[in-house]
DNA sequence: TTGTACGCGTTATCAA
DNA sequence: TTGATAACGCGTACAA
């Protein structure tokens, strides 16, 4: 690792000239010597030490990539394809801005903001943050934050939120079952907070539009923990006949309960309907493949760097952005109108 | 942000005490101080600034994951559930550690390169790499470097290796077919080099060893890119009924091709088997289940951050880990001895 | 156009 | 047990 003041040494001149070269500050020094010190660095392959130039300058051209996952859901994040596709997205951005991400996981909030302090990190990205979280990090950290699906009317007084139309999604994905005359339409999802209350109230609005009474026992709660996953499947299972429907909060999910159906010999969609939401590659290999609400995943994570690298170029950003969804009408719902 | 500076002074005592007291050199200050710098650290929530820490000491606390995909295949990389669950074992066993991770994807070895030296990374874990990627790194980067999943002679003098044993998982696979009696057995994958060669060649071991004979018609070759994917997965299908079993070089393929061979009413496994290579959740969840080649991708990621991590502490590390697979032997496989 | 000198926050050496 | 002080590599104000 060459410096800076060797390559001075070297060359017989002062670091100041080095710098500016690297710098491109080209008013400020002769075409000659540029010359010369350009061939010199391309030689030695010279690569500046960035703890040193972020300690003078105060920056880090780091942009922290935090998702707060629920301790019992670790393992389930890290394979969802949403979170990969989403990964995927943010890096892709960051790198071509020549900035750097930082990728941390982490249940703890206070962890997560010692991280992103001690790195001094330029800028942060949020994702799985529930109600107040977000409200304690701006509180915390004083630069750009950008939150990622995350429901907090408080927050919004203090980042930018790359959101869905989450309730729409749902609304629409409801409305639709029901115009396939469905009336006995259950949800699932394994919380009912943030995203997932969402999408539930659109389901429940969905529903109440068209005269339908919604029942708690509607709602069917999954339990993804391994541990408990077969056994919550069972339950599920064995309620299933109670519907008509079922409206699952992720492809992910309406995968797993279509498998578990199919290993009870119960038919989708001859015997029951399932739709998702998402869209993701678990839904489009399945057979038959899934019908969902398709949202654009890496879109998201593309929007949510760009936001941030705005503000950090000092422009302003709304304080919501919301991205569309669509249906994506495919094989898993049964027009039982006639019927 | 805080400086030890700035405690100091206001604690009206020396930068070194109140560092000392940080690293807990427990013998070198008195329980007094120590007490009163403790109470104060945690009263302002001091955090070090990793910057100056790393000039000062040389060393970044960073382990740098990098991927290298290939250019035509940067979406299927990251949406690959093998590589998240990889990214997800790396990460975890790094935080541990009290390390962090940076993640970097890049089609550019020499990209990679300037990246982990400026930031002075302590360690590499590379993946994705091809024959001399390796030693081109090496030759630059002194520090630790662990691969995952590299087939190099010559880079094994440089770095451990964490792999698989690619071709005894794709051996046991192909006699498994053969032992179910199927005879006309097509190889599915994108490329022959690494790990699909390596898999291919156990696939051709086994095939010789039942004296049948391998044809270079034989290899189905996938093209994975979007646009090209459609027509590739066309002509496979037209091809399919000259095979009885398709062994696919990962379960992707694998459901990929399920997918389109349902599509156009070929049954699995009534019309023909198709096997995977992986174990991952797509396979999991797709029915039939697969039948398939299991490989811990998780512990690889683990083994990989833990080998490096001995590295870092001083311990050599053998060349070459080889982790085990075993057949998972589930419904894509019919037994056609008996016809 | 070029050079000197200092500061960034931390650790480490050595003296008190 | 504590305290000055010099590094670490870079950027930059200011002087030459």
Redesign the interface.
């Known amino acids: 690792?060459i410096t800076i003041k060797e390559i001075a040494k070297q060359l017989n001149m002062s670091t100041t000239t080095v710098s500016n070269v690297i710098h491109g500050k080209a008013g400020e020094v002769s075409p000659d010597t540029r010359k010369k010190v350009e061939e010199f660095l391309k030689k030695v392959d010279y690569?500046?030490?960035?703890?040193?130039r972020?300690?003078a300058q105060n920056q880090?051209k780091i942009i922290g990539l935090a998702l707060k996952a629920r301790a019992d859901k670790?393992?389930n994040?890290?394979?969802d394809?949403f979170?990969?596709?989403l990964?995927?997205g943010v890096?892709?951005t960051i790198?071509n801005a020549g900035y750097?991400?930082?990728?941390?996981?982490?249940s703890d909030i206070g962890e997560i903001m010692?991280?992103v302090?001690?790195?001094?990190v330029d800028g942060l990205i949020l994702f799985g943050m529930l109600d107040d979280d977000g409200i304690r990090v701006s509180e915390k950290y004083k630069k750009p934050i950008v939150c990622i699906d995350t429901y907090s009317i408080e927050g919004l007084k203090h980042f930018t939120n790359i959101g869905l139309d989450d309730e729409q999604g749902a609304y629409d994905m409801t409305s639709y079952l029901i115009s396939q005359g469905h009336k006995k339409i259950a949800f699932l999802s394994d919380n009912t907070k943030g995203v997932d209350l969402a999408r539930l109230n659109g389901y429940k609005k969905a529903l109440k539009d068209n005269r339908i009474k919604f029942k708690s026992s509607d709602f069917l709660q999954i339990r993804p923990r391994t541990e408990d996953l077969d056994e919550s499947l069972e339950e599920i299972c064995n309620r299933a006949r109670e519907f008509t429907a079922i409206m699952c909060v992720s492809d992910l999910y309406a995968?797993?309960i279509?498998?578990a159906l199919?290993?009870r010999g119960v038919n989708v969609p001859e015997d029951i309907s399932i739709v998702g939401f998402d869209d993701n590659?678990?839904g489009?290999?399945?057979?038959p493949?899934l019908t969902t609400v398709h949202q654009d995943v890496k879109t998201k994570g593309v929007t949510a760097a760009d936001t941030l690298l705005k503000q950090l170029s000092g422009k302003k950003t709304p304080n919501q952005i919301k991205l569309p969804t669509h249906l994506v009408i495919r094989d898993t719902v049964k027009d039982i109108k006639k019927s």
Chains 1, 2 share one sequence.
Not at 284 to 287: A, E, I, K
């Open positions: 690792m690569v500046p030490n960035i703890s040193a972020n300690l880090s670790y393992e994040l890290i394979m394809p979170v990969s596709v990964i995927g890096e892709e790198r750097f991400m930082m990728l941390y996981i982490s010692r991280h302090s001690t790195w001094n995968v797993t279509m498998a199919e290993d590659m678990l489009q290999l399945h057979r493949a």
